[in-house]
Structures are given as C-alpha cells and as structure tokens.
C-alpha cells in the first residue's frame, strides 16, 4: 500500500538560508499534519491543513510557513534558518475527520550548519 | 510533552517481559497510542486503545489503560534485541480545530543480553 511520501530525506542548509519540504499524502487522503522532533525530544505539532485550510496549529515559529495544495500534497517553508531548527520533521495524513488515524512519513532530517 | 510522562529509561534482560508506562492528564482524550522508534528513524505505530477499553493485546503486546489514573502502560512479552528502541506513547482527543498528537517523552528500552 502506498504510504506518505516526504522528500528530500535529507536536508543540509547554513544558518538564515531558506528551505523547504514537501509532503505527499496517501491517495485519498486530504489532511495533512506536520511534526517537528528534535535531538532526543519527542515530536512537537506544527500545523495541520484540510482542504487547503489551516485546520490546527501548534508552535510553529513566524519564520515558518505552510500550505496545501489543490493535490493535497504540503509544503514546511524554513526561512532565516537557526541551528536549533535542526530536527527530523515529520509529515502525517489522514482522511478528513480521522485525525485519530494519523499515518506518518519516513521524515526528512533537517541540519542547519 | 508536558502533558504526557514517561520513564525516560528501562533496561530489561533478553527473555524477559518488558513494561513501559506513561501518564496523561487530558481526561478527554479518546485515543492513545504506542509508538516505536528506531534510531535514526521514523515512527511506527505500535498500537492504540480507544479511551472505552482497559485492555487489547496484540500479539507480544498488551496494552493496559487505566482511565481513572490516566496511565496507561504497554507489556512486550518474552523482550528480543530487536525490541531496543525509543518507546512514545501519544494522546488525542479529535475534535474540530483541535487534530494534533501529544507525544510523551519517550521511554529507551535497552536490551540486556
């Protein structure tokens, strides 16, 4: 079964450079939430989309922005990157109104140098 | 996460049965999960119990919920190297305009061989 796609896996940028990630959702799938984990933390919430609308949103940093596209894929833009955005960010979907059915991706591994 | 504790360490011996516990303090949450996590990787989901239930089992897993506590802990029967991992538990409570997961802190289950 397909499963959620992010890319790049890997992700190696310098402080105040801009980066951004993708997400593609399992087929069907209209919402999308992101997850950001530390160095041996546990995953914080950052923002969910439905239908192109932010539906949740946690602490997400004002340097941080995302959206979601006709195709439901979902884009985490990084800008004035700091070291301590060094994290593996994660990306889950999920059909609407099934937020308790959360499938996440592989993640991509941020460093910031 | 603040709402949700864990034990950050656990060592068991290989053979053995393993018990990582947890306590949250959202007395509305609906779902709560066990999820694993391999160094370097992403999260799989172990298993989860609706907030209805005090017990599943699934396979070397059994799942305790105890709802007047808030604890709720997971038993990995007869413990094998492949067990060693970083243990989350996570919460939800779905409901519009609130889709996120609460992570805890993670449990670090070492296996003693």
């Known amino acids: 079964a397909a499963g959620v796609i992010q890319s790049p896996r890997h992700l190696i940028k310098e402080k105040r450079e801009t980066a951004t990630l993708k997400c593609y959702p399992i087929?069907?799938?209209?919402?999308v939430y992101w997850y950001q984990q530390g160095p041996g933390q546990d995953p914080q919430f950052l923002i969910s989309?439905?239908?192109?609308?932010?539906?949740d949103k946690g602490s997400i940093p004002d340097r941080f922005s995302a959206q979601q596209f006709s195709d439901y894929h979902s884009e985490l833009n990084m800008s004035s990157l700091e070291l301590g955005d060094s994290a593996l960010y994660f990306c889950?979907?999920?059909?609407?109104?099934?937020?308790?059915?959360?499938?996440f991706g592989p993640g991509t591994r941020l460093t910031v140098t | 996460g603040e709402d949700v504790e864990q034990s950050l360490f656990l060592s068991v011996r290989e053979g053995d049965s393993s018990v990582i516990n947890c306590t949250y303090t959202?007395?509305?949450?609906?779902?709560l999960y066990w999820y694993k996590q391999e160094p370097g990787a992403g999260l799989q989901l172990l298993t989860y119990?609706?907030?209805?239930?005090d017990m599943k089992q699934d396979q070397r897993l059994t799942v305790l919920l105890n709802k007047k506590d808030k604890h709720l802990s997971l038993r990995i029967a007869d413990t094998q190297t492949g067990d060693s991992a970083i243990y989350f538990c996570?919460?939800?409570?779905?409901?519009?305009?609130?889709?996120?997961?609460?992570f805890g802190t993670g449990t670090r289950l070492t296996i003693i061989p």
């Open positions: 889950a979907s999920s059909l609407s109104g099934r937020a308790h059915e959360q499938y």
């Open positions: 087929p069907r799938h209209d919402t």
């Open positions: 989309f439905y239908e192109k609308m932010q539906s």
């Open positions: 959202d007395s509305s949450s609906t779902y």
């Open positions: 119990i609706f907030s209805n239930m």
């Open positions: 996570a919460e939800i409570s779905p409901n519009f305009g609130n889709e996120k997961l609460t």
